[in-house]
């Protein structure tokens, strides 16, 4: 059965932070709208929704739709002065964080993991309305990064889809489900044309494939030793 995640951008309907002239909203939104591509391309059924549920919680506790998802997560950015890093919130009553930990393994690439006493630095417990009025569902609040922070937002802006990218991977392969790509994923085969348009770029391929899963899971594995890497479609076989 196809897996189904919620991706709640934080602040619907409404502005959140203001931070660097950039509202808090159209981040979460932005970044919402990636996330749900990538787990979308990697076969999992995922959906951003477009209601604010802090307002819903509010008006309905049981929020029975969102009961219906394998996994909600809801995407938020920090503001404290001098804050630094990334972090996840969870229910004090959910006892299986692996889903957590995986997503800040994935984010310490980029980001400072700020401190807990989980084995896995990062992640912690919250009561934030969306946690304790849903205690019995898998779900999270991400704060990705602060806002206020130049630096932190930099490195965001500048690594957005790897980031979104990573998350997805993170979430997918801790629902069980094989990462795998539609066809029309598949990035373009640059010509020599188009390579000749710019300039030459020498490439170090590490490994070649036949299949796309392992293709990811190679990736994956070489990011997680901080090696920038990517998949590449061709229909030549490489030599090594």
């Known amino acids: 059965m196809t897996k189904r995640v919620s991706i709640v951008p934080g602040h619907n309907g409404t502005v959140g932070a203001v931070s660097l002239g950039r509202i808090e909203n159209d981040l979460t939104v932005a970044f919402s709208k990636k996330l749900a591509s990538y787990l979308n391309a990697f076969g ?14 509010e008006k309905d506790p049981l929020r029975s739709d969102v009961r219906i998802y394998d996994y909600t ?45 989980h084995p896995i630095d990062g992640v912690k417990t919250s009561d934030f309305h969306i946690l304790k009025s849903l205690p019995d569902r898998n779900i999270s609040l991400l704060e990705i990064a602060f806002m206020d922070n130049e630096k932190d937002m930099e490195i965001y802006l500048s690594n957005i889809d ?16 094989t990462p795998i790509l539609s066809d029309t994923s598949i990035p373009a085969v640059e010509t020599d044309d188009q390579i000749a348009a710019d300039y030459y770029h020498w490439r170090v391929i590490a490994e070649s494939f036949k299949s796309r899963n392992n293709a990811y899971d190679y990736v994956l594995y070489l990011r997680n030793l901080g090696i920038k890497s990517f998949v590449a479609y061709t229909n030549t076989p490489t030599i090594l």
């Open 44 to 57: 999992v059924n995922a959906t951003v929704e477009t209601y604010n549920l802090y307002d819903q919680l």
């Open 162 to 177: 790897e980031i979104a990218e990573s998350i997805a991977l993170a979430i997918t392969k801790s629902l069980g489900v």
């Open 73 to 117: 997560i809801e995407i938020h950015f920090n503001i404290t002065k001098g804050g630094t890093g990334t972090e996840i919130f969870v229910s004090p009553l959910k006892t299986d964080i692996s889903m957590e930990q995986s997503i800040m393994v994935a984010l310490s690439k980029w980001f400072k993991l700020r401190d807990d006493t």
